[in-house]
Nanobody, 117 residues
Framework: QVQLVESGGGLVQPGGSLRLSCAAS????????MRWYRQAPGKERELVAT????????NYADAMKGRFTISRDNAKNTLYLQMNSLKPEDTAVYYC??????????WGRGTQVTVSS
């Protein structure tokens, strides 16, 4: 079955950096676009970034452009999110996501990112 396991979250000061990872299994990772989402307390889950199956194209939400970088290593079945210049408003639980060809969405349990001094 599909499994997505996020890691790399933690507490970081404003202006700091974190690198999130998402280990994928149970499907052919290299054939699917992948996404990072986040959900802050009291807010709806929002799309952070998307990467194509081959990694040759990426898209970002406006608030993350220039600060976040999504990437993937298809040999390791792993998705990454490099987050720089972090702000308190980036505090959220970050999730990786894949949709199967039938439109069913799979999610990991998430990793908490807290940006605070």
């Amino acid at each position: 079955q599909v499994q997505l396991v996020e890691s790399g979250g933690g507490l970081v000061q404003p202006g700091g950096s974190l690198r999130l990872s998402c280990a994928a299994s149970g499907f052919t990772f290299s054939r699917y676009a992948m996404r990072w989402y986040r959900q802050a307390p009291g807010k709806e889950r929002e799309l952070v970034a998307t990467i194509t199956a081959t990694g040759d194209s990426t898209n970002y939400a406006d608030a993350m452009k220039g600060r976040f970088t999504i990437s993937r290593d298809n040999a390791k079945n792993t998705l990454y999110l490099q987050m720089n210049s972090l702000k308190p408003e980036d505090t959220a639980v970050y999730y990786c996501n894949v949709d199967n060809p039938f439109g069913e969405a799979y999610w990991g349990r998430g990793t908490q990112v807290t940006v605070s001094s």
